[in-house]
């Protein structure tokens, strides 16, 4: 890694970190985070395929209330920089991404106690009018949360091309690898699950069965193939279903119009 690989990188984590509170851009999500990462360093392709199969996993991770999600953002670029520049798997990198998701909740914790400073310091410059004051605040506030991946990404990607990434992971015993593999194949139900679960689609559920059928018994189709047969049952589900189209209501009838009564009276 150049050092204009390793200064992009550095740039990539703090926008990924400072996405990961806005929740705007997406920018911390995997399939976006290890897909930057992988155009910085060369290996677009590899970053997308990691990213894709970190998407699956940080499915339902989502911030709600005061529940803190785990850090999508710093998994995605650290297990992108060991996969790429240090040579690893795909597998290696999912397996080191879970770990790295729960100690990326921990400090993303740490880091919003400390923003209560700024918070305050706020409310003091908005009881003087001081608006820049105020945007200051929130500006640091926002740069704390991208140093935040930034850092830990930086030092990773300062050893990743050294031999000690490798003497680490292989220090890992494969049980463990192994475990945190599977660990993740569950979270990705699991991210389904939740997902499924908030849509409350109960009438499209014959269609996520009908997919899951295919995949698994129709080995000749791909992705894309199941991409486009999904595409066209949502055409035709939503051209047949009356919900999605304006009910046509015949003209009320007049009443009491050419009616015997009529030609009585008239």
């Not at 155009?39 to 339902?60: Q, R």
């Not at 005061?66 to 690893?88: E, F, K, N, R, Y």
């Not at 009320?252 to 015997?260: F, K, L, Q, R």
Request: hydrophobic share 55%; charged share 10%.
């Amino acid at each position: 890694m150049n050092t204009m690989q390793f200064i992009l990188v550095i740039l990539v984590a703090l926008i990924c970190g400072m996405a990961s509170v806005l929740d705007e851009r997406q920018f911390h999500r995997p399939i976006v985070a290890c897909t930057l990462i992988g155009l910085v360093l060369g290996d677009l392709h590899t970053g997308i395929i990691l990213g894709g199969s970190l998407e699956l996993i940080a499915l339902g991770w989502m911030n709600v209330g005061a529940a803190m999600a785990p850090d999508a953002a710093l998994a995605s670029t650290i297990s992108a920089i060991v996969v790429i520049v240090g040579h690893q798997s795909i597998g290696e990198g999912i397996a080191i991404a879970v770990p790295l998701a729960a100690a990326g909740q921990v400090l993303t914790i740490f880091v919003r106690t400390i923003t209560v400073f700024f918070q305050h310091q706020a409310d003091h410059f908005a009881a003087e009018a001081n608006f820049r004051g105020v945007e200051w605040c929130h500006i640091g506030g926002l740069f704390l949360q991208g140093l935040r991946v930034a850092i830990p990404t930086g030092a990773v990607a300062a050893i990743a091309g050294t031999s000690l990434v490798s003497q680490w992971l292989d220090a890992i015993p494969p049980v463990v690898t192994h475990g945190l593999q599977v660990s993740g194949g569950f979270i990705v139900v699991v991210g389904y699950a939740m997902v499924i679960n908030m849509m409350k689609a109960r009438s499209l559920m014959p269609f996520f069965f009908i997919g899951f059928t295919l995949a698994t018994f129709m080995t000749g189709i791909n992705l894309v193939g199941l991409g486009i047969l999904g595409a066209c049952a949502a055409v035709v589900y939503v051209q047949l279903n009356p919900d999605f189209h304006d009910s046509i209501k015949a003209p009320a009838a007049a009443t009491n119009v050419g009616s015997d009564d009529d030609d009585v009276l008239g």
